[in-house]
């Protein structure tokens, strides 16, 4: 069974621009967000079969909707974020209290080394993935790797507008990689094809990528994922897993979707 | 070239991820180079790999794009100290723990500032002036009661040799000494570095002078013409010698003999063993070898050609001289000395037949001045050849051969 924490989109907007999705003058239609949030809720708890955790929402925070950038959770121990960006940074004390309140074991970072939780550090069992240079800091994850004992593969993210790691590339359950070459350099698709065979790097074109095709909810077989990315989908398909495609423009005003919106606690 | 150079680390799973990879090529791209040391290579896939980089290049201001450039891929800098300075407790006393030099290129930390070490030799120690940010070797006997002098080993480093650029004998580091190896290709390789040198000179480019350290032994054996040749030429700019080899090149100018030997005739003359006794004896009246050539007492030979091509002579004694000749430094500290302030400006050092000459001359000269050691014995080219440079070549092979070869190669016609 597969638990994940969320976070209501009450006080969902674009209130600052820190990625090259956000514009303030593109609104985020607030009935039409709560709409689309619960419609993910729905899909995730009754066709995929997760456990959600809510946080409440706090005003004045507007992305705390993405709790992918809580921070990272293994068993029982949680890593808060620290974020890059000061209008993020806010966001640090509430996710810490709710990992606290939980009862996990709380490790903090040193300040200054920037680590922004799931959305740059994901992978497979053994092996994880840790995106650095946009909003990360590489330096973080020698240390995150001996706190939790998995090797990390640093991956530069070369594209601002896959400014994530979770943006750009999604690890499936059965060991396929979804993800989006360009948004790596020559080094990190190298390294990527060291380590995934061919036959199960599913790449994604670039125009389903723009619409966040990777930012997907992978739990078993279920893939939740944007709507409006057929080739993904057929993608998926083809390698056994089910597509729940789900429409969430209006999180993309944000330069967020699926898996932005969700934290795998365990 | 000296270089700028920064220590930094890198470490994480950075072998598979192949961001070493991309650290050290974006280094090379920027146009600097780099060391990898220190490389610890994690044993599980869980364990992170370490990697300490000394990242080189040409100006503090391309080190500090490289480093710029490098840093967001997880090296940092390695963070370092100002090296120690301890005062000299006496006139001719280093400190305890006084850094020792060696012959290889070195810095040393003042005020968070890397400050080129000047006049590098081994065994020497460093005085800092600290107010100046300047550091300079000192010898032992000549350090001042309150120098500031560099002990331990923190905040020194010390920068290996970049292999030479030019594909001859110099830039391999085989240190071939054998008797039993031809020797044709390296002396035509000597040759080529020696018409190099000589167009430098000629258009008064620094580090072009060539310096021959030499015994007795040309003369004896008939080398004299030859080295006549090259120094008439100007391929030979300073001279080390002791007493002997003026005074055997003189006797053959006056006697037609040296120690004795008949040149012409071939064999030992009667009375020869004076002639050199009698040779010096004359130029200590004439006062000067300069004078005994320029008044046209002394014609031919070695000495001759130095006045009149004005190569630097510096003559060092000990204590078998006979003699000894006007110009022969008898206090070996002030020889040391005298030999030491004419380094500057060697581009390449014949170390020729003078066990005595040849070890005293490398342990001068710094790592970075090729250096070429010829002896029948060989002990010789061995001890100096073994410097751990990549540019110490050592010949077992008669010094009047070496010569006579190495003066075809460049168009001696005997």
Known sequence: ????????????????????????????NSDQAVRQWRHLMEVLEQDVGAVLERMKPVPGLPDLVFTANAGIVVGRKAVPSRFRYPERQREEAYFEDWFRGQGYEV?????????????DLLGFPDTWFGGYRQRSDIRVFPTLSDWFHREIIPLELVDNRFYHLDTCLCPLSGGDLLYFPPAFDRYGREALAERIVPSRRLVVPEVEALRFACNAVCVGKHVVLPAGCPETEALLTSRGYLPHPVPLDEFMKSGGSAKCLTLALD | MMQDQETVLLQGHIIDSLILAKVLDTILMMGGT???????????????????????????????????????????????????????????????EFYATTHLPTQVRVHDQWVEVEGIEMDLGIRVDSVRLNARTVPMGEVKGGDQIVAGREGVRVIPLQRPRDRDVFSFMESQVSSERPHGHVISDIAKR????????????????VLLAGGPAIVHAGGREALTWLIDETFIHVLFCGNALPAHDMEVDLYGTSLGYGHAAGRVVPHGHEHHLRTINRIRAIGSIEAAVRSGVIKTGI???????????????????DGPLPGVITDSVEAQATMRRAIPGIGLALLVASTLHAVATGNLLPATIPSVCVDVNPAVPTKLADRGSFQAVGLVMDAASFLRELARELGWKP
């Open chain 2, 303 to 321: 000495m001759a050609a130095c006045v009149r091509r004005g190569v630097h002579v510096v003559m060092a004694g000990t204590i078998r001289d």
């Open chain 2, 194 to 209: 020696l018409a190099q040198l000589r167009t430098g000179f000629r258009e008064g480019k620094a580090g072009s002078k």
């Open chain 1, 107 to 119: 490790v903090t970072l040193d300040p200054g080394r920037f680590f922004e939780g799931a959305g």
């Open chain 2, 34 to 96: 780099f060391d990898l040391q220190d490389m610890q290579i994690g044993k599980t896939r869980e364990e992170p790999s370490r990697a300490r980089i000394i990242v080189r290049a040409s100006s503090a201001k391309l080190l500090s794009e490289i480093i710029h450039a490098i840093q967001p891929h997880g090296a940092s800098v390695e963070s370092e100290r100002d090296c120690r300075l301890s005062a000299a407790p006496a006139d001719g006393i280093f400190p305890d």
């Open chain 1, 1 to 28: 069974m597969s638990r994940l924490l969320v976070c209501p989109p009450d006080y969902f907007g674009i209130e600052y621009e820190i990625n090259p999705w956000m514009r303030r003058s593109n609104a985020v």
